[in-house]
């Protein structure tokens, strides 16, 4: 009897490491659900948004200008950041502010991208801490969820309650 | 017939997958061999050596000074480098060579890593690109299996003068 036991945990082990793998693989190479927080990309993504991230760009280096990333923190590995890409490699970056005389501008190095969020006043992006190596963008942003919104009934000028359209 | 066929190829591919994903898990978060190319970490590590590495550390953020590590190239990410792990974030780099007059030092930024070739004569490392981030590392090598003369545990660094974190 301990060795039905054994046999059907072992094999329930086996069951859950095999399929484990495979949604692993899944997320890591197709893509998944994503949470964003914050308000570095408002409006476009707002705090607590839920959205699809695709992995294959990142794979096939098909990340272009305008794409929006996930990718692994440069100041802490442990967490993740969601931007938008301004120049991939090559491009030469404006890193004054408009309020600046004097323009300045640097270029971004090779293997690497510069990323900015769309809230521009409140994101630490690559004007903090410069441009990131390729190699730490995990997945492309390319849908949202957006909730179905409840309506509440309003009351109309003359008093009679109409349900919102 | 062509039923039964079908039914061989999805079951075929089918397997395919699953043993695929299987594989790949255990070389992400276990482990496997790497052949090293280039003269960077010589003596230690010579051109065309193969070496296992574990990925396991990386996980758990047990990457420590002296590590030998394989990391993701910042200037190619489609390539990868191994160097030694000479400071981790905080640390205190020298970045002068020993015949400056002045010697120069800076601290390796928050969530970055300070990498070095042991053959430093010959090694483009954290001393021409800068700091790398701790999330391009992929694994710690720690085991030599080819040159059978050299099979074993990889020595510490030759250099071991760099190690000063004060």
Known sequence: MLRGVLGKSFRLV???????????????????????????????????????????????????????????????????????????????IHTSSSSDFFKSHSYVPMGHVWLEGDNLQNSTDSRYYGPIPYGLIRGRIFFKYMKPRIYEPMETASGVRASGG
Do not use: W
């Open 14 to 92: 086996g069951y859950t490491i095999q399929y484990g793998c495979i949604a692993h693989c899944a997320f890591e190479y197709v893509g998944g659900v994503v949470m964003c927080s914050g308000p570095s990309m408002e409006p476009t993504i707002q705090n607590s948004d839920i959205v699809f991230a695709e992995n294959l760009s990142r794979h096939f280096y098909g990340i272009q200008r305008g794409d929006i990333v996930i990718a692994k923190s440069p100041s802490d590995p442990k967490s993740n950041i969601c931007k938008r890409v301004i120049g991939l490699e090559g491009d030469k």
